[in-house]
């Protein structure tokens, strides 16, 4: 009897055994995918990760259905990273495996349903059951019945589907089998017959009553003759002769019928880059050259290095030359980037040096440019070397990675919140280079707290650089008391009398201003000035924020909104307010202050659409905008040569957030964003206006000083037992039913603190503590430094499978978030 073992694509922890032929025995290795039934009636993509002779004890083996790889399309180090994401941030190996995959290789016939798109739901109005379906659509697009039938626990579905659809909330769709093609181009060539003189004459003769005809024929022998003095092969592609020739694709299309061209395919790789290679070297300073010596000293006995340098002190040249050298090894380089918005400068930069070897691996693109990416990666081709990606790029198939660098480490978008596996990706990229024998590269100018405190216990090589590429000075930071400005009525709006006068400054020397404002939308608060009353979300605990130009009210939790009332609900009273400011509040400030100035706003509401960021950001850079209002999208690295003032709108309310990263946060936020100010030539000036100009991380902020916030923030996260000092897992749980809920969580709490020696804290009632209908407790376990880890996660396990079993609580969803961020 043959066997193989397989992961299914589903929230399942165990693998599955499944029985195969001899000679499908002989065929199949580790890392091919199968497909395999799976239920009553499903046909799933399974992955198979070992091949055995083991019959399973507690079940009859199926047999699967066919095999549908020539070879490994997953590495064996690839499972066993997969293995240890699910077992470090205790998910189920299925999470790991449909998060990784590329979707189009994952697929199977099976009818889908999804969310009808732009249908506001009130959650209100649902069963329990059909609410559980709707949610579970919040965190997928689509739904398999069988993943119904898992949420549901229950096998007759069918019903609570009809009366979704009923409700005008689902709709079914067959899943077209997707193949991947590989994208064809078309191109055109002479026929053969009119290939001699002879025939080129005719031909002429031919087209001698078709102008239109003529001309585009004319071009093509111009366009041949052109490509053959540059020693190209003549390739003329369809789409290029139409536009030289100016002429359409109808006139094209007559000269195939009359048999003067002939048309033919071939296949191109989409994501191309037809880059040019920078012709004069890359010259590191001498500082970059000190730096990258010692990163270099630092590998010879140490994975992971960790590369501090201020802003603009000319990190990625630093990256660019270690790539270099790692390129000439032959072996594979990962770059990691938090924000695929930052993809497209970054891509750039590293094109103009090693040309076509730089991929691109990120969500935006679509299933196919994904594959091809993937497929390059499996065979280590050249056009792979070098892959640029967000957190997800870690899953491709490498073989042989010799380099990570995680730019921006601190970044917190490195970890995936929702759905798991809810892994960090700097953390699992090095356990990922530790089975490759890779080096990693954490570069940032504000280091998180858990990434010096490795290399400052010598964990991991530090390599620092306090000065800016240049000699640039590091920005000027002036502080404006806001209290004071109010009190001497010295502000416009939300602008100090010091900001005005300095972007005035700015602008008349032709230089441009960048103002922050970590809040979008006009304002998160409207009141009632006679009752006080504050409109608030109807399934969530927040209040809606002002859009003005749409004039609605939203709530940036669920997306419901509503036009903005003239009114008070409560009493009826006209005369609302509007308290706190986001973006769009300072930009309408802006144009009334600033009414000849070009402005443009960068947040979540201007940057939707593939391309929006880039449009924005290109056009901030090519100076068609002269004041760019945003919100943390950019403290992100971008690099902007004439940008000379950076206004921070607000410091306190990211101080003052209920968390324990608050103050470690601001510091990062704030030191990056004013990183924009000043990058080249002159120094920046940062104008950052706060009511708590005393404040210690304040005062860090303005004084550059990173080492006098890391020790003051280590000295608390010890006395708090936090990290670095303590692991954190969060559990979160979450019911519609609040009695339900709150009992939930205090027994599963107790049962926590009773078996786990160790601080459990809670059940508590986060910030915002409903979020589409659903209540929301959380519990925190800190382990300390000297716990085993793996053995206080078994007994987490099975205290939550406990709690599972208890009747009354199965209904509550619990998460768990392994080094919460
Ligand atoms: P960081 O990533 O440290 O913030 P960058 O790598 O973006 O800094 O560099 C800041 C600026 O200095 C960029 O405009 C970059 O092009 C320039 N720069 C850095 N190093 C060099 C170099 N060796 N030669 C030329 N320009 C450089
Ligand atoms: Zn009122
Ligand atoms: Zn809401």
């Known amino acids: 009897m043959y066997f193989v073992e ?42 198979v990760i070992e091949i055995h002779k083991n019959k399973p004890e507690l079940y009859e083996a199926k047999e699967i259905h066919q095999i549908l790889d020539e070879r490994p399309i997953v590495t064996e180090i690839q499972i066993a990273h997969w293995q240890w994401i699910a077992s470090y941030y205790m998910c189920a190996i299925g999470d790991v495996y449909r998060g990784a995959m590329p979707s189009a290789l994952l697929l199977e016939s099976e009818t889908l349903i999804s969310q009808k798109t732009d249908s506001f739901v009130d959650t209100g109005l649902l069963s329990d059951d059909e609410f559980l379906v709707y949610e579970a659509l919040q965190q997928q697009n689509s739904l398999k019945v069988q993943d119904i039938i898992a949420i549901l626990n229950k096998k007759n579905i069918f019903p609570v589907i009809q009366k979704l659809v009923d409700k005008n909330i689902l709709v079914l769709q067959e899943e077209i089998q997707e193949n991947y093609k590989p994208k064809l181009v078309r191109y055109v060539r002479l026929h053969p017959k009119y290939e001699s003189n002879q025939g080129l004459s005719e031909l002429l003769e031919t087209l001698k009553n078709a102008n239109k005809q003529k001309e585009i024929v004319m071009r093509y022998f111009q366009l041949c003759a052109s490509e053959k003095t540059q020693g190209a092969a003549k390739r003329i592609t369809v789409k290029r002769l139409i536009e030289e020739a100016n002429s359409t694709a109808a006139i094209i299309k007559a000269l195939i019928e009359k048999e003067i061209f002939e048309d033919y395919f071939l296949q191109e790789d989409r994501v191309n880059f037809n880059g040019k290679i920078k012709e004069d070297e890359l010259r590191l300073s001498e500082t970059q050259q000190t730096a990258f010596a010692e990163i270099k000293e630092s590998f010879t006995h140490k994975e992971v290095c960790l590369l501090h340098g201020v802003t603009s002190s000319g990190k990625t040249e630093i990256y660019i030359k270690l790539i270099e050298e790692f390129l000439a090894t032959g072996k594979q380089i990962l770059y990691l980037l938090p924000e695929i918005a930052l993809t497209t400068q970054l891509v750039g930069r590293l094109r103009a040096y090693f040309g076509n070897k730089v991929a691109v691996f990120h969500s935006k693109y679509n299933n196919n440019e994904r594959i091809e990416v993937w497929n390059q990666v499996l065979q280590k081709s050249q056009k792979a070397q070098v892959v640029i990606g967000a957190r997800s790029a870690l899953f491709l198939p490498f073989h042989d990675l010799g380099f990570i660098i995680v730019d921006e480490e601190h ?101 441009q201003v960048i103002l ?37 009210l939203r709530c940036h939790y669920c997306g419901y909104n509503m036009a903005k009332p003239t009114h008070c609900h409560a009493c009826s009273s006209i005369d609302l307010t509007t308290k706190g400011f986001g973006t769009e509040q300072i930009e309408q400030e802006l144009i009334s202050i600033f009414p000849n100035s070009k402005i443009g706003r960068m947040d979540q509401d201007t940057t939707r659409g593939k391309f929006g960021f880039e449009k924005i950001i290109d056009s901030f850079k090519n100076r068609e905008l002269e004041i760019l209002v945003g919100t943390q999208m950019l403290a992100k690295g971008l690099d902007f040569d004439n940008v000379s003032l950076v206004g921070i709108m607000n410091a306190d309310n990211m101080l003052f957030h209920p968390d324990f990263r608050a103050f470690e946060r601001s510091f990062q936020m704030m030191t990056q964003v004013a990183g924009r100010a ?56 979450k019911q519609r039913d609040f009695d339900k809920l709150k009992e939930g969580s205090i027994w599963l709490y107790q049962v926590m603190s009773q078996n786990l020696n160790m601080p459990v804290l809670g059940p ?58």
């Open 678 to 733: 000043g990058r080249s030539e002159k120094q920046g000036k940062v104008i950052v206006q706060t009511y708590n100009p005393g404040h210690n991380t304040i005062q860090q902020v303005t004084n550059n000083d990173y080492l006098g916030m890391y020790k003051e923030q280590l000295y608390d996260r010890k006395i708090y037992k936090y990290p670095p000092y303590f692991r954190i897992v969060k559990l979160t749980l």
């Open 411 to 511: 970044e917190q978008t490195f970890k995936q919140v929702d759905p798991a596996p809810r892994y960090h990706a700097r953390d699992a990229a090095i356990v990922l280079a530790h089975s490759h024998k890779a080096k990693v590269l954490l570069g940032s100018a504000t280091p998180s707290i858990e990434t010096y405190f490795n290399a400052k216990s010598d964990k991991f090589g530090l390599v620092e650089i306090s000065k800016r590429f240049g000699n640039v000075m590091m920005p000027n930071i002036e502080l404006v008391d806001l209290k004071d400005k109010y009190f001497r009525k010295k502000m416009t709006g939300h602008f100090s009398d010091v900001l005005i006068e300095e972007i005035t400054n700015a602008l008349s020397l032709g230089e």
């Open 764 to 821: 508590e009632e986060p910030a915002i503590s409903r979020i589409r209908n659903e209540y929301i407790r959380t519990i925190i376990v800190k382990i300390p430094q000297n716990v085993s880890i793996g053995n206080t996660k078994k007994t987490i396990q099975k205290m939550l499978n406990s709690f599972e079993a208890v009747a009354q609580y199965r209904s509550i969803r619990v998460t768990l978030n392994v080094d919460f961020y």
């Open 6 to 47: 397989v992961i299914l694509p589903l929230s399942l922890a165990k693998t599955f055994t499944y029985k195969v032929s001899e000679a499908e025995f002989q065929y199949i290795k580790k890392g091919m995918r199968v497909a395999v039934p799976f239920g009553k009636s499903k046909i799933y993509t399974a992955l």
């Open 516 to 552: 922050f404002q970590n809040r979008r939308g006009y304002s998160p608060i409207i009141e009632c000035i006679t009752c006080g009353h504050v409109p608030h979300c109807q399934q969530c605990d927040v209040s809606l924020t002002y859009h003005k130009n749409k004039n609605q």
